[in-house]
């Protein structure tokens, strides 16, 4: 446990400390900003949208969440492992008396932390529009579908950082993998009705925030987020324990 | 405190470490030699649980650094060669983060960061950031980070590499100090620095254990059988006399425990000669009894030395240079 706790703050404290968190921060909130105000112009040319609502629009419909995923899950990674092993620190790390379990699950957890203080200021938006106090249930059950894909992301994000021995190679390996889960669920639209297109349509993280952001939270979709999150847990944990034999 | 048994590491079809094995108890200060690729840094590694054995165990303090890896971890301080820390934070936040990953109790930490700061000289760049810091501070905070929970093995990898002469003195003495307490293994190349401060030493060739023992033992040793055995039964003694008569060869012969003497040097005026003691005996018992015996047949007695061979003598006679590997 105290190395859970440690690693976390130490990680919370090293991104918040850098320049680079707020570099980021401020463009991600420059695109996800920018994609509310396209979501919003669009509705005013399009009435069919502005009944939809603008925030299930924009979580559900909008091609700027993916893509931020995309960006943003990699840049929170990248350095998790991969960094500690460029600088030699993971020799620290190892010869401490933790487990490995709990320095991976400090780790996952500084970065999805991070993800949700991203996510945060976005919170802003509907409330911009006058959508925010009506739709609170819709508001909690997008943003916990924002959470729940991050986790996952970054969870093979995690698992990549300790694959990837740099901090680039890392973050290509991350990228790539999401932008694969992301052209899977273009899938669905490609192929006819089938096997193939069920699984398209439970891998796609367009239908996963699709449904969030109508106010469908199912208990599918989390567990299969959840299974992913422990699947490469479990990964990152025989990775780094492989370290000590290699 | 320290047990290693038949240890053996491989990297890929590499051998690094060939079955090694040793012993060290508690209150001692253990020189690592050995030349570079020897093995130094993958048995200091093992030894503080970073990495794995390939064959064979380490135990500190009774727990396997494999099956019980944390109980054993808990009770070392590592310090790896490049003394890495995360350069974004200051050293106190360093420090304390560091007491925390190794289950420091809250309440205790700051009181620990700040004693590990006065031993280590840190008081004035704790709130420095350590990427501001030259090599030989950033050195310091890797050594303030062993001494924080109090372990009782600590490892050094290289712990003055990167120290000025006056940090690198004050880096023996503190060794030195801690030595009476705890169990200190540390690696170095500088030969006088292994001397000053080490009781015992151990000396890898190419992952092979080649030497261990009492470091004055060993190069008494070698000084007398020119060979690598670390326990050889005789010590070598060098004698500069004034003997006219040359009658101290033949009254040196006659005392027991005199196994050799052989004439090293004849000037007419002055005589040189080595004797061979034995050690089943006390060799200061058996000098003061030859220089009585010298002196009370009137043979002048102007220099009785024991001869030891110097470390770095020592250590190219048993670690020969390498060919570079193919």
Known sequence: MSGFVATLRRELWSF?????AFVSLTLFLLVQGFAFAAVTTAAAQHPELAELGLLTTYLGQSLFVPAGLLLLCPVLTMRLLAEERRSGTLELLLSAPV???????????AAWLNYAAFWLPTLVFPWLVGEGEQGGALLLVSYVTVLALGAMLLALGTLLSAVGRTPMLAAFLSGTSILTIVLLGVGEQVFEPGPVTAVCHHLSLQAQLSEGARGHLSLATLLLDASVVVFCCFLTV????????E | MIEVEGVSRRYGRHLALDDVSFRLGAGSVIGLLGANGAGKSTL?????GALEPSQGCVRICGRDTVTERCAAQAQVGYLPETAPSYRELRVSEYLTYRAALKGLARGLRSAAVERVLAVAHLEEVAAIRIEQLSRGFCQRVGMADVLLCEPSVLLLDEPTAGLDPNQSRELRELLRELGRTHTVVFSSHVLPEIQAVCGQVLLLERGKLVL???LRELQESAATSGSSEACASTCSVLLRLRDPERRAATLLAALDGVSGIALVEDTGEELQLRLQLARSRS???????????LIGAGIGLREVRRETLELDDLFSRLSPPQEAPK
Request: proline letters at 2%; glycine letters at 4%; hydrophobic letters at 45%.
């Open chain 1, 16 to 20: 918040w400390t850098s320049p680079a």
């Open chain 1, 99 to 109: 487990s490995t379990l709990s320095l991976v699950l400090g780790k996952l957890s």
């Open chain 1, 238 to 245: 025989r990775v780094i324990d492989s370290w000590r034999r």
């Open chain 2, 44 to 48: 200091l590694r093992i030894i503080a």
């Open chain 2, 212 to 214: 261990a023992g009492a």
């Open chain 2, 283 to 293: 060799v200061d018992q058996q000098l003061e009894q030859l220089s009585l015996k």
